[in-house]
Nanobody, 123 residues
Framework: QAQLVESGGGLVQAGGSLRLSCAADGRTFSTYAMGWFRRAPGKEREFVAAISRSGGITYYADSVKGRFTISRDNAKNTVYLQMGSLKPEDTAVYYC????????????????WGQGTQVTVSS
């Protein structure tokens, strides 16, 4: 079972950047596809980005494509979300998630979740 811990959230002005990290314990990180999701106040949780076990395949939501980059370092058991050109509508709690198997964009196909990290973008 994977334990996931996100970090790197905070308050940033519109147009700024942040890098989120998600560290996983255990020796099986490289067997998990990883995803980032977010939940804004009053909204449903939504897909942001996902990456395959090797890092060779990535998916992005249309709303973040070209601004966010997901990456992973299997030697460090960590997945990252580099966020740029941030907008107030990116304000949300960001969660990382892990699943055994292939890369997916649907939250309920993920097996393990972190506790979330708050990202607030001021206008």
């Amino acid at each position: 079972q994977a334990q996931l811990v996100e970090s790197g959230g905070g308050l940033v002005q519109a147009g700024g950047s942040l890098r989120l990290s998600c560290a996983a314990d255990g020796r099986t990180f490289s067997t998990y596809a990883m995803g980032w999701f977010r939940r804004a106040p009053g909204k449903e949780r939504e897909f942001v980005a996902a990456i395959s076990r090797s890092g060779g395949i990535t998916y992005y939501a249309d709303s973040v494509k070209g601004r966010f980059t997901i990456s992973r370092d299997n030697a460090k058991n960590t997945v990252y979300l580099q966020m740029g050109s941030l907008k107030p509508e990116d304000t949300a709690v960001y969660y990382c998630a892990a699943r055994d198997g292939g890369t997916r964009r649907v939250a309920n196909e993920y097996d393990y979740w972190g506790q979330g990290t708050q990202v607030t973008v001021s206008s």
